[in-house]
């Protein structure tokens, strides 16, 4: 049983119509005991969120964006979903350039990636995929929370405060 199937069994969610059991998040069919589906809906909603935070995005916030994509990549590496990219010894060199120059020519190479001084190294994450094959429905909802979080902790506002105000304004 994989620990997204324990953690469904553990929570009391509801079994669904085929056998398997209902998200207690947002009432996705999981399917079967031991396989995780994630949910395309609930998909939607997440990439709705991160849109909505892209356009009520504080102009007086440290960092800013130029996409939504961009924004994403920021906020699931911020929320821990992220692996490392590269490190890079610094010697030698002002540490408030270096990063000012990591960031620079990955914007400039189109990428996503955040770089981060731990003492003398210049660390670079990255941002893991969201993949449908590489992340479970269980771990996805648990990074839309951690998402919205961040989100909270960086605008004041909730991700999901932030998307209902777009809808009702649509």
Known sequence: ?????????????PQSRN????????????GPAGKSVRSVPQL???FAMIKAAFHHWPETADRQFASA??????LQ???GHR???????????????AVFLAEAAIR????????IL???????????????SKLSHTEFCRLSDDVSDVIFNETGQRGEQLLMETEAAA
């Not at 994509?69 to 920021?74: G, V």
């Not at 692996?83 to 350039?97: C, F, H, S, V, W």
């Open 83 to 97: 692996e490392i990219g590269a490190t890079i010894p610094l010697t030698g060199m002002n540490k408030d350039r």
């Open 118 to 132: 731990h003492g003398d190294t210049l660390v670079i994450f990255k941002p893991k995929s969201i993949a449908f």
């Open 1 to 13: 049983m994989s620990n997204a199937s324990k953690a469904l069994a553990a929570s009391g969610a």
């Open 77 to 79: 590496m911020k929320a």
């Open 19 to 30: 056998g398997g059991q209902s998200c207690p998040h947002c009432g996705c069919d999981v």
């Open 69 to 74: 994509d961009e924004l994403r990549a920021y």
């Open 108 to 115: 400039a190479a189109g990428s996503y990636a955040l770089p």
């Open 44 to 46: 939607r909603r997440y």
